[in-house]
């Protein structure tokens, strides 16, 4: 029978191999973990304010943009940590306006123009006085006739006008 195992040994030798005496087996070590930090700036932007403001030089009803918006801009830096190339923290270090917004600034009229002057007639002008009647005049009077002639009650002839109008554009007997 002995021949048998050995003889089944040779056409199956897998059959019947001897155990192999094993180490015994070592933890596998865990490998650390690769950290490293990075400085990560981040922007994003500030929305513009719109403001309305009366303007007294503008037609009332009317409105108009006199300053355009501009966006801000906001700069965070962080610093974040990764371990083994994954981010596991993320801490702000700073925060701060890069660039201000500008407002955006509607100007809204409110002028009303005054009203028109109303039209005021000139005073009538005084009536001249009478020209003489019957051919008496009075010397240095007032006549309306110009180059009318008259006589005065001291026999002399005078001319309505004769030296032209006087500096309120009157016009007077004048020998």
């Known amino acids: 029978m002995a021949n048998a195992a050995v003889e089944s040994a040779r056409h199956h030798p897998q059959s019947f191999a001897a155990p192999v005496a094993s180490e015994t087996p070592t933890a596998t070590p865990t490998p650390d973990p690769v950290v490293r930090y990075e400085t990560v700036t981040e922007t994003a932007p500030v929305a513009f304010d719109r403001v309305t403001v009366d303007d007294a030089t503008r037609a009332a009803g009317t409105t108009a943009v006199t300053t355009a918006g501009v966006d801000g801009e906001l700069t965070r ?14 801490e702000l270090q700073t925060e701060t306006v890069s660039r201000a917004p500008v407002a955006e600034v509607t100007s809204r009229g409110t002028y009303v123009a005054p009203p028109a002057p109303r039209y005021v007639a000139p005073a009538p002008a005084a009536p001249a006085p009478p020209a003489s009647s019957g051919g008496t005049v009075n010397p240095g009077g007032y006549c309306g006739n110009v ?16 030296k032209g109008p006087d500096a309120n554009g009157k016009y007077h007997w004048n020998a």
């Not at 830096?77 to 993320?90: G, I």
């Not at 180059?147 to 004769?162: F, L, R």
Request: aromatic residues 10%; hydrophobic residues 30%.
């Open 77 to 90: 830096v962080y610093r974040v940590t990764y371990t083994d190339d994954v981010e596991t923290a993320r």
């Open 147 to 162: 180059g009318a002639t008259g006589v005065a009650a001291n026999g002399k002839t005078y001319t309505c006008g004769a």
